[in-house]
């Protein structure tokens, strides 16, 4: 006897084996291109200044390692603005400590104070961007929890003098500082975004590391767009696109990017995200969202299904068992081509990344209920928590401060976080200051 399910199953298992095919074709002209760029002579660097922000809140994991290689650049003009909330944040005391450790830098450190109308991030960057000294040619942002090499920033700037570039981006690479499960899926699910990046001009800005000429932030007016709003690199993303400008992917300048969270940490980051994307990227969260769904369909369902079946006795429990092993072997397949990927773009790493790169080759269909319950999560609901403060989205991306909770245990329960921005005052930007005043 037939299962009802059956003929449904197998059209959801033909639009998975496509979606496949064409996930696997991407990934490896995604892997082709990356290797491409770091087979490419020493980059060029572009002439002219470039401003670089990185917003801070409390202590991220290693975060004098990871605040240290901004003053170490090979790019031979450009100065860095640090931005804390207020004068006690934790980072300050480290940020102070490297500002005077290299005293030639260009680099400051400046209070801006709460966000009242904006998110803390967005709000940060407005205020540290309203006053950009004429020198300067281009703007460059990196997250406090990400660790750039030594030629980051000259590898991020160099393409976007190329006809048609609107904004040049980079990506992370999670370095779990512990192995757990909740760690290794979120490794896992980073990697699978980071193995899809590859050329074209199509890509998602991701506000961790990207880069903008001042004349086209000007142009296409950034800062007045992120007012009132809650992600940078989505709404960058979304105006860049309307104007009909390309943003390109950098694969040399992937950052290593520390992690350790438990599971509430990992819950709430994950739900976030999507929810961030639902709200300012539809579409992409979407198609993330159908393409996890259909995968998941596929495995599990053809699952029960054989499983029925061979209780049934059925003659066609061979079916689902061998959909589910073709499957399978395709998640392998994509596992094996991300580790490959690792050993690219965080070689220095590699060997701490052993057992979370093992979880990601061979765990793929639980990572896959993993992540489509977080997904499920974002479907409905506007309220998300982020870095101590409750916000409300609204249609169009309107963000609105609900509640703020500065107690500690509010910043330990996202410590492991990335963009972690905030807020008021912006300071001038002196090139020969050794440490610009705080407060």
């Known amino acids: 006897m037939q299962s009802p399910w059956l003929i449904p199953w197998l059209s959801v298992a033909v639009a998975a084996g496509v979606l496949f095919v064409l996930v696997a074709v991407h990934s490896w002209e995604a892997q082709r291109f990356a290797r491409s760029r770091f087979r ?45 909330e207020q004068s006690d944040d934790p980072a300050c005391e480290v940020i102070r400590r490297l500002i005077a450790e290299y005293p030639e830098s260009a680099g400051e450190l400046i209070v801006a ?42 590898r991020l700037v160099q393409r976007l003098d190329q006809p048609g570039a609107g904004a040049v981006t980079g990506y992370r690479w999670f370095v779990p500082q512990r192995a757990s499960l909740a760690n290794h899926l979120l490794y896992s699910i980073n990697a699978s975004v980071a193995a899809g990046l590859g050329p074209g001009g199509h890509h998602l ?33 979304r105006v860049l696109q309307r104007a009909g400008l390309n943003v390109e992917f950098e694969p040399t300048t992937m950052l290593a990017s520390p992690l350790d969270g438990d599971w509430r940490q990992t819950a709430t980051f994950l739900r ?6 639902r709200f300012y990227a539809k579409r992409y969260w979407f198609l993330a969202f159908s393409g996890a769904a259909i ?8 699952l029960g299904l054989m499983i029925a079946g061979v209780a049934q006795g059925a003659e066609w429990s061979w079916l689902p068992a061998l959909v589910c092993l073709l499957h399978y072997a395709t998640t392998v397949a994509r596992g094996l081509l991300r580790s490959e990927l690792a050993g690219l773009y965080v070689p220095e790493h590699r060997r701490a990344l052993q057992r979370a790169i ?31 403060i ?29 963009p972690h921005p905030i807020p008021v005052r912006p300071a001038p930007h002196r090139r020969s200051q050794a440490a610009a005043p705080v407060g």
């Open 205 to 237: 800005i991701w506000g961790g590391s990207w880069a903008i000429r001042r004349d086209v932030f000007e142009q296409v007016r950034l800062r007045d767009a992120w007012r009132g709003t809650l992600s940078d690199d989505l709404v960058a993303t």
């Open 390 to 418: 409750s916000y409300q989205l609204h249609r169009g991306g309107l963000a609105r401060i609900i509640h703020r909770d500065e107690s500690p245990e509010a910043e330990r329960d996202e410590a492991f976080e990335m």
């Open 272 to 277: 976030r995200q999507y929810v961030i994307a």
């Open 295 to 302: 995968g998941l369909l596929t495995f599990w369902g053809g």
């Open 358 to 388: 093992r979880f990601d080759v061979w765990a793929a269909p639980l990572v896959a209920i993993l992540n489509s319950m977080a997904m499920l999560s974002s479907v409905v609901g506007s309220r998300l928590h982020w870095r101590g």
């Open 40 to 84: 490419r002579p020493h980059a060029m660097t572009a002439a002219g200044r470039v401003a670089v922000f990185s917003p801070c809140k409390g202590l991220d994991v290693g975060l004098e390692q990871n605040l240290r290689p901004l003053f170490e650049q090979d790019h031979p003009d450009y100065q860095v603005t640090f931005i804390v």
């Open 113 to 154: 104070g709460e966000a009242f109308d904006t998110g803390q991030k967005l709000h940060n960057l407005r205020q540290a961007t309203a006053k950009l000294p004429p020198e300067v040619k281009y703007l460059a942002f990196v997250d406090s929890d990400a660790r750039p090499g030594p030629d980051w920033l000259r």
